[in-house]
């Protein structure tokens, strides 16, 4: 049996507040990398207002935290997926079946796992 090497992350799932998806994100994100994920494609939305919900911010935000420097090497939003597409695949070739769906999608960010 192969390991998935990528986890997905669901934030929307459930209406979360935006508290409550933090909690989520730094839950799995975690629990991915000690499961041995090389990869994560978190699912945030885009808001409903069109120019970026309150998850994804937060997410953007959040990602960037000295707390998760240990876990995420790098990330990547959906919009900006075709211009690193080859180094994130080199990293974990398994995102190659994520790819249709992240590229251009402004409600996921990828996010390399250490």
């Known amino acids: 049996m192969v390991m998935v090497k990528v986890k997905e992350i669901n934030l929307e799932?459930?209406?979360?507040?935006?508290?409550?998806a933090m909690r989520n994100l730094i839950n799995d994100l975690s629990?991915?990398?000690?499961s041995g994920c090389k990869a994560a494609v978190i699912v945030h939305g885009y808001g409903s207002t069109g120019t970026g919900g309150a998850i994804k911010e937060a997410v953007k935000s959040k990602l960037k935290e000295p707390l998760l420097r240990g876990v995420v090497k790098e990330t990547i939003p959906g919009e900006e997926w075709y211009s690193r597409?080859?180094?994130?695949?080199?990293?974990?070739?398994q995102l190659k079946d994520f790819s249709r769906y992240?590229?251009?999608n402004r409600g996921v960010t990828v996010a390399l796992l250490r």
């Open 13 to 20: 799932r459930g209406f979360p507040t935006v508290p409550q």
């Open 31 to 34: 629990t991915a990398q000690r």
């Open 85 to 93: 597409k080859k180094e994130f695949l080199n990293y974990c070739p």
């Open 102 to 104: 992240v590229d251009g």
